[in-house]
């Protein structure tokens, strides 16, 4: 699987757009690219996911660039309680779904 | 709707003590299931996964083994524990086995003294 780059550490103003970029300059054509978040002392949350269009959920947004090599996860208007760690992730359609996380990044919300 | 627990939350044990940890997943049947774990201030490491009764995957070597003695059940095990065993571990459930959504337990906060 592809791997991810991801700035260590953004801040935000709560209410504002949260825009967490990832580098994924490495992936091939059957790999998508997935989203998680992990709040403190919590196992991780599963938060969108996408190939190659642009994904909308409840939650966020998914960006993803005409070459693939980069996207961007999209907290519309950021609540305090989207304080995480957003993890990056690559991964090839398989038969075991195993994913490899990072060291994602920490996203502090402020008020 | 399914659920995954894990047990028990926390542990604290002296090196070289026994280990067992258990998840159990409800509301589905033939769950990937994989056990990750957390040191402090580390990222989540991937240890063991399932597809399978009977069937365990090992990602990194250690001191740890899985065992998968039922459909949705799933134990973490350790014959004498060591004090870098010590992190917090999570189960993890896929509710379709071609897709990276997993859905995690609570996790199981483990020190070794």
């Known amino acids: 699987d592809a791997k991810t780059t991801q700035p260590t550490s953004m801040d935000c103003a709560e209410g504002r757009a949260a825009n967490l970029p990832c580098n994924h300059s490495?992936?091939?054509?059957?790999?998508?690219v997935y989203w998680y978040r992990q709040i403190h002392s919590q196992g991780p949350q599963y938060i969108i996911h996408g190939l190659k269009n642009n994904e909308t959920n409840e939650m966020a947004s998914l960006i993803i660039t005409e070459d693939r090599k980069s996207s961007t996860l999209i907290l519309p208007h950021a609540t305090l309680r989207d304080t995480a760690v957003y993890y990056c992730i690559v991964r090839g359609s398989g038969n075991t779904g195993k994913l490899i996380f990072g060291q994602g990044t920490t996203l502090q919300v402020k008020p | 709707s399914q659920t995954i627990h894990q047990w028990p939350a926390t542990l604290v044990q002296p090196v070289g003590s026994p280990l067992s940890l258990e998840c159990t997943v409800e509301g589905t049947s033939n769950p990937n299931l994989y056990w990750y774990r957390q040191a402090a201030g580390r990222g989540l490491q991937l240890l063991f996964y399932?597809?399978?009764?009977?069937?365990i995957s090992s990602e990194v070597p250690q001191n740890l083994s899985a065992s998968r003695p039922q459909d949705r059940q799933f134990i973490l095990s350790s014959k004498k524990l060591l004090l870098s065993d010590s992190g917090f571990y999570l189960c993890?459930?896929?509710?379709?086995?071609?897709?990276?959504?997993?859905?995690f337990g609570e996790g199981s906060r483990l020190t070794v003294l």
């Open positions: 399932s597809v399978g009764i009977g069937q």
């Open positions: 993890a459930w896929n509710r379709l086995a071609n897709t990276g959504e997993l859905f």
């Open positions: 490495t992936i091939s054509g059957n790999e998508y």
